[in-house]
């Protein structure tokens, strides 16, 4: 990455004030006010009456500021990482950092499970809306989407294969499930204007989604943009969707071994393409999980074994990708 012209004001399609950055980041805003006049970073600029305004961009810089800083990095030193990183090293670098652990289980989510898991159950959607509607309204989303959403689904799934529903109870159970996540991730906070998008899909032949849709509900609260495909997307679509669409990352799930063996080839139809910025290509999924084997079968990074840990690499790989491009 280059060092920006002080003299250049950043973009400002969406500009945060001084507060609004301190809070998203954690930075206060003291401190944003020492590094300016010490580092000239960040760079702000000033509305009529003299106050910062910060672009998406400085705010994207910041979090990875701030995320180095919390890892024991000095702030001197991170805010010079952040300048002169390359950005191939600095990618590679963010899938072998520690991941922040998961916070434990809520008790009072365990009845909302409970709850909509029965109203399911009974084919009350009605009923199943209203208590997701009033659990967004006194707990964080993350928390619903891992500690409800997920256990109920894996809860279904269980369920049917051992013969204790029916498959339309399933079907009903797991196609409300799937409008509510996109729901939400249509109500999610606008993207990030500066990054390029993040793409969803399964992997070949995958049709199975729910941690796939789990994963873009978590990504849009952190304001990345998502381009959500779903089910079994052909790998002969990789040259053309990396030229019309140019994404940072291609993100693919694999519940099944067969559906994992089918992504190893997936480098066969994107090492010709030289006319884009090549996206990069993650994957996971219960594939990965059962057979550990399959992970070195194929290319790409491996985000984890879990939907928490996967959506955190993937937020450090998309702040490096968007911070430290050129």
């Given at each position: 990455?280059?060092?920006?012209?002080p003299?250049?004001?950043?973009?400002l399609?969406?500009?945060?004030?001084?507060?609004?950055?301190a809070?998203?980041?954690?930075?206060?805003?003291?401190?944003?006010r020492?590094?300016?006049?010490?580092?000239?970073?960040?760079?702000?600029?000033?509305?009529?009456?003299?106050?910062?305004?910060?672009?998406?961009?400085?705010?994207l810089?910041?979090?990875?500021?701030?995320?180095?800083?919390?890892?024991?990095?000095?702030?001197?030193?991170a805010?010079?990482?952040?300048?002169?990183m390359?950005?191939?090293?600095?990618?590679?670098?963010?899938?072998?950092?520690?991941l922040?652990a998961?916070?434990?289980?809520d008790p009072?989510?365990?009845?909302?499970?409970s709850?909509?898991?029965?109203?399911?159950?009974?084919?009350?959607?009605?009923?199943?809306?209203?208590?997701?509607?009033?659990?967004?309204?006194?707990?964080?989303?993350?928390?619903?989407?891992?500690?409800?959403?997920?256990?109920?689904?894996?809860?279904?799934?269980?369920s049917?294969?051992?013969g204790e529903?029916?498959?339309?109870?399933?079907?009903?159970?797991?196609?409300?499930?799937?409008?509510?996540s996109?729901?939400?991730?249509r109500?999610?906070?606008?993207?990030?204007?500066?990054?390029?998008?993040?793409?969803?899909?399964?992997?070949?032949?995958?049709?199975?989604e729910?941690?796939?849709?789990?994963?873009?509900?978590?990504?849009?609260?952190?304001?990345?943009?998502?381009?959500?495909?779903?089910?079994?997307?052909?790998?002969?679509?990789?040259?053309?969707?990396?030229?019309?669409?140019?994404?940072?990352?291609?993100v693919?799930?694999?519940?099944?071994?067969?559906?994992?063996?089918?992504?190893?080839?997936?480098?066969?139809?994107?090492?010709?393409e030289?006319?884009?910025?090549l996206?990069?290509?993650?994957?996971g999924g219960?594939?990965?999980?059962?057979?550990?084997a399959?992970?070195?079968?194929?290319?790409?990074?491996?985000?984890g074994?879990?939907i928490?840990?996967?959506?955190?690499?993937?937020?450090?790989?998309?702040?490096?990708?968007?911070?430290?491009?050129?």
């Amino acid at each position: 990455m280059h060092d920006s012209n002080p003299e250049v004001s950043p973009r400002l399609e969406s500009p945060f004030s001084i507060g609004a950055v301190a809070q998203i980041t954690g930075i206060p805003e003291a401190t944003l006010r020492v590094w300016e006049r010490r580092y000239h970073f960040p760079q702000a600029m000033r509305t009529p009456g003299r106050q910062r305004q910060y672009s998406q961009r400085e705010a994207l810089r910041l979090q990875w500021v701030k995320m180095r800083m919390d890892e024991g990095m000095r702030a001197s030193k991170a805010i010079r990482a952040c300048h002169l990183m390359d950005r191939n090293s600095a990618i590679a670098a963010t899938l072998h950092e520690p991941l922040t652990a998961h916070k434990a289980q809520d008790p009072g989510l365990l009845a909302v499970r409970s709850a909509l898991l029965a109203a399911l159950l009974a084919y009350d959607s009605a009923r199943a809306s209203q208590i997701l509607n009033e659990a967004t309204l006194a707990h964080p989303l993350e928390d619903i989407v891992l500690q409800v959403i997920g256990p109920t689904l894996s809860a279904i799934g269980e369920s049917w294969s051992a013969g204790e529903i029916e498959v339309a109870t399933e079907h009903f159970a797991s196609n409300f499930l799937r409008h509510q996540s996109l729901m939400w991730m249509r109500a999610s906070p606008p993207p990030y204007q500066d990054a390029r998008s993040i793409v969803l899909a399964c992997a070949p032949e995958e049709l199975h989604e729910g941690s796939l849709l789990m994963l873009g509900v978590l990504l849009r609260q952190l304001r990345w943009p998502v381009l959500y495909l779903g089910q079994s997307l052909p790998l002969t679509d990789l040259p053309a969707l990396a030229d019309h669409v140019s994404p940072a990352l291609v993100v693919f799930v694999a519940m099944s071994e067969p559906a994992a063996q089918a992504l190893s080839n997936w480098p066969r139809w994107l090492v010709h393409e030289t006319e884009t910025k090549l996206p990069i290509i993650g994957y996971g999924g219960r594939a990965f999980t059962e057979n550990p084997a399959l992970v070195g079968l194929v290319p790409g990074a491996y985000l984890g074994e879990t939907i928490y840990e996967g959506c955190q690499r993937i937020h450090r790989l998309m702040l490096n990708i968007t911070v430290l491009q050129d």
